[in-house]
């Protein structure tokens, strides 16, 4: 299984950025995709996610309203539409792929497969 995330950058506070995911050796659409992130001497954190039925999404906090997470199955992608950036989202993101019961889908142990993490830095 490989996950090949890729769109990070530099941006200016208030900008956009895109993020995608490409997968492959696995059942895309059998399984739920997420978005996490980690900054400098901090815990890696949920970012947002999306179920592999229904479609149903999950969102930090942080990053509601800002951050849209969505999905190409028949391009075995997943994507993170970055809005309003912030000097704090400033992170490595990481997509993992897993199969996690709602409760658990924020937390990065439900997810069994991961990308290599792509670098946002926004400045102010």
């Known amino acids: 299984v490989q996950l090949q995330a890729s769109g990070g950058g530099l941006v200016q506070a208030g900008g956009s950025l895109g993020l995608s995911c490409a997968a492959s050796g696995l059942t895309f659409s059998s399984y739920a995709m997420a978005w996490f992130r980690q900054a400098p001497g901090k815990e890696r954190e949920f970012v947002a996610a999306?179920?592999?039925?229904?479609?149903?999404?999950n969102y930090a906090d942080s990053v509601k309203g800002r951050f849209t997470i969505s999905r190409d199955n028949a391009k075995n992608t997943v994507y993170l539409q970055m809005n309003s950036l912030k000097p704090e989202d400033t992170a490595v993101y990481y997509c993992?792929?897993?199969?996690?019961?709602?409760?658990?889908?924020?937390?990065?142990?439900?997810?069994?497969?991961w990308g290599q993490g792509t670098q946002v830095t926004v400045s102010s």
């Open positions: 993992a792929a897993g199969r996690p019961i709602t409760s658990t889908i924020t937390k990065g142990r439900s997810y069994d497969y």
């Open positions: 999306r179920r592999w039925i229904g479609g149903s999404t």
